[in-house]
């Protein structure tokens, strides 16, 4: 389908693609297998200008938007997932700056992050606070010329990679969610150091790891924003990157369509290759319909974003919801076309359909924005009645 990019766009798209193809897919199943984090891919991607993509140029960055984000993550993941999100999460822990950060703090922080030189990383999840995001316990305690940090992050993608985490902590407990704040806190800060790594069903190739903070002292020019934003900042942000998540889903549906198809045609059963089975063609001529209705519903939200439409959390979620069912759908209807062999590691779409769960759980599960969506319909029946 013919989506109108700029010419910016296409050029990003086409250098994303080939790094996935030149760089990430002969080392995908052992970066997998050996749950292994693609620093040199970083570089590449660092060295190709894919981290600027989306920063505005007084930050060092090309001056594009969420699509181009988007574009980035669509081919990574098309290749690899664990890559793909690997990226994403840099922007995302990027994001509360970009929009809530002072002059100072954007000047200090983004040329590196643009240059790809630092990853940078999202942490609000904690044991007790998963979609519950206000059951958070990790505080910040205000003290001269700072904050002191105390808690532990749980399941923070690019942890122990990144060199900047934008953190959600409690600044005044008795506030509950209206207490929460956002800090930058840098890797080597005293008093902050890593947790367990998780071993992981998908994405093995992405680090998740713990964030451990004690008596961890962090300036206070530091913080993003206000005391008291950090859930506000946290909402808008995840409005953002979520669309993120949708072109990760875009990018492995894509992925597993094309590796149907050329399965497809080359297995021989009964004298023909299964391609010729109408039951077959059923399911890939859905696979496609269901990867391009995504890829439309995320692009579409994208470009709302980027024409800077104040207000679309809804339509930020359904894609992120849209985009992430379709991905479980396809990587497990690719699976079913390559039958017994899809179900071993030589063949790619075992990976994929592993790494496609994840983007029904993380940055809110389906069942909570599904919540959301319906509260806003509530809402919006309740106004016009
Ligand atoms: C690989 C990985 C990477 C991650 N990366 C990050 C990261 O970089 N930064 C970060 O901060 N977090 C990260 N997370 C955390 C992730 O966002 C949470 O796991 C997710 O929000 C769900 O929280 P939970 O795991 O505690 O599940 P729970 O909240 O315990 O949910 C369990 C089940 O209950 C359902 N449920 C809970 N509440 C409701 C409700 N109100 N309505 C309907 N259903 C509900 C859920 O949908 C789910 O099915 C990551 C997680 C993983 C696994």
Not at 95 to 102: C, V
Not at 137 to 153: C, E, F, R, S, W
Not at 211 to 219: D, E, H
Not at 291 to 302: G, K, Q, S, T, W
Request: glycine share 10%; net charge neutral; with cysteine.
């Amino acid at each position: 389908m013919e989506y109108f990019l700029t010419e910016q766009q296409k050029t990003i798209k086409s250098l994303a693609r080939r790094i996935a193809e030149e760089r990430i897919l002969p080392v995908r199943a052992e970066l997998d297998e050996k749950e292994e984090f693609p620093g040199s891919i970083v570089k590449d991607l660092a060295d190709a200008d894919m981290f600027r993509v989306f920063l505005p140029e007084e930050y060092e960055g090309l001056g594009g938007g969420c699509l181009d984000l988007c574009l980035v993550i669509e081919e990574l993941s098309r290749v690899c997932s664990g890559v793909g999100v690997t990226y994403a999460a840099s922007a995302l822990g990027s994001l509360p700056l970009l929009e809530y950060g002072t002059e100072e703090q954007k000047q200090k922080y983004l040329p590196d992050i643009a240059s790809g030189k630092k990853l940078a990383a999202f942490a609000l999840t904690e044991s007790t606070a998963g979609s519950d995001a206000s059951a958070i316990k990790t505080t910040a305690d205000k003290q001269d010329g700072g904050y002191v940090l105390n808690g532990t992050k749980q399941f923070i993608t690019n942890g122990g990679e990144a060199e900047l985490y934008t953190v959600i902590v409690l600044t005044d407990k008795k506030k509950g969610a209206r207490g929460a704040s956002a800090f930058l806190v840098e890797k080597d800060t005293p008093g902050f150091s890593f947790g367990r790594k998780e071993r992981k069903m998908g994405i093995r190739t992405s680090s998740t790891r713990e964030l451990i903070f004690r008596n961890c002292l962090v300036p206070k020019e530091n913080i993003i924003g206000k005391e008291g934003m950090g859930f506000i900042i946290t909402m808008r942000v995840f409005d953002r990157s979520r669309p993120g998540i949708g072109a990760q889903a875009v990018g492995l549906g894509q992925g597993a369509l094309e590796a149907a198809v050329g399965y497809a045609q080359q297995r021989v059963q009964f004298g023909h290759p299964i391609i010729a089975l109408p039951v077959v063609q059923n399911m890939l001529a859905n696979m496609a319909i269901e990867v391009e209705a995504a890829r439309a519903l995320v692009y579409a939200i994208a470009k709302t974003i980027d024409s800077g439409a104040k207000k679309f959390t809804e339509e930020s979620a359904m894609a992120k919801v849209f985009a992430s069912d379709m991905a479980m759908k396809v990587a497990t209807d690719a699976v079913q076309i390559f039958g017994g062999v899809g179900y071993m590691k030589d063949y790619p779409v075992e990976k994929m359909m592993r790494d496609a769960k994840i983007m029904q759980i993380y940055e809110g599960t389906n069942e909570v924005l599904r919540t959301a969506i319906a509260i806003e319909l509530r809402k919006r029946k309740a106004m016009r009645e």
